[in-house]
């Protein structure tokens, strides 16, 4: 079973740019989220989406958003590109409706996507 | 706001001990607990997913404790090995249905041969 890709794995943007990241998920999930990772900060939730609807949002500016296909693939985009934009975006799927059932909350990450921003 | 924290920020052991990793949490009332670890420049690799109703999980050389009134989970690993050398996460879920993971800084792990 394929895991969860993402693309590109490198970005290289100029600031006021705008970028479109991509996260297809493991085959069967329906939940994608998007996290940050920075040295400074650390790991932060940005969203999440389940059967094209977000369901969870962080505590990011409207210049990050994303959005979920039917086929349960995710988007997410940033506009107005920032120098503290640059970080390691990761998304991860998992089956996704919670509930007590372990396997459905488990959480498996892409390899992420590298963007730096100049 | 849920906040976790992990201790030690970095340890170095030799090949063969055991270890500790240790991990706390602020708000009690979460749904689950799950370790990751993550080389260098990758993504994250799930290692075990302890529900809040549970108290340990197995998994191989690796044992994840969780004491969710203390607001505590540790991860033991067994007999350590080089290539568990690696950046340990732990993160909290904290409501049900939601899937938003609050992390904790990582334990930098480097098992020497």
């Known amino acids: 079973k394929a895991g969860v890709t993402q693309t590109p794995r490198y970005l290289i943007k100029t600031r006021g740019q705008q970028v479109t990241l991509s996260c297809s998920p493991i085959?069967?999930?329906?939940?994608v989220s998007w996290y940050q990772q920075t040295p400074g900060q650390g790991l932060q939730f940005l969203f999440e989406y389940f059967s094209e609807t977000q369901r969870n949002k962080g505590n990011f500016p409207g210049r990050f958003s994303g959005r979920q296909f039917s086929n349960s693939r995710s988007e997410m985009n940033v506009s107005t590109l920032e120098l503290g934009d640059s970080a390691l975006y990761l998304c991860?799927?998992?089956?996704?409706?919670?509930?007590?059932?372990?396997?459905?909350?488990?959480?498996?990450f892409g390899p992420g996507t590298r963007l730096t921003v100049l | 706001k849920q906040e976790v924290t992990q201790i030690p920020a970095a340890l170095s052991v030799p090949e063969g001990e055991n270890l500790v990793l240790n991990c706390s949490f602020t708000?009690?009332?979460?749904?689950?607990l799950q370790w990751f670890r993550q080389d260098p420049g990758k993504g994250l690799t799930s290692l075990l997913l302890i529900q809040s109703s549970q108290r340990e999980q197995t998994s191989g050389r690796l044992n994840a404790s969780l004491d969710k009134s203390s607001g505590r989970s540790t991860l033991y690993i067994a007999a350590s090995q080089p290539g568990d050398s690696a950046t340990y996460l732990c993160a909290v879920s904290c409501k049900t249905g939601a899937n938003n993971l609050f992390f904790g800084t990582g334990t930098r792990l480097t098992v020497i041969p």
């Open positions: 991860a799927s998992s089956l996704g409706a919670g509930g007590h059932n372990m396997i459905y909350n488990e959480q498996f």
């Open positions: 085959s069967g999930h329906r939940s």
């Open positions: 708000d009690s009332a979460i749904y689950n």
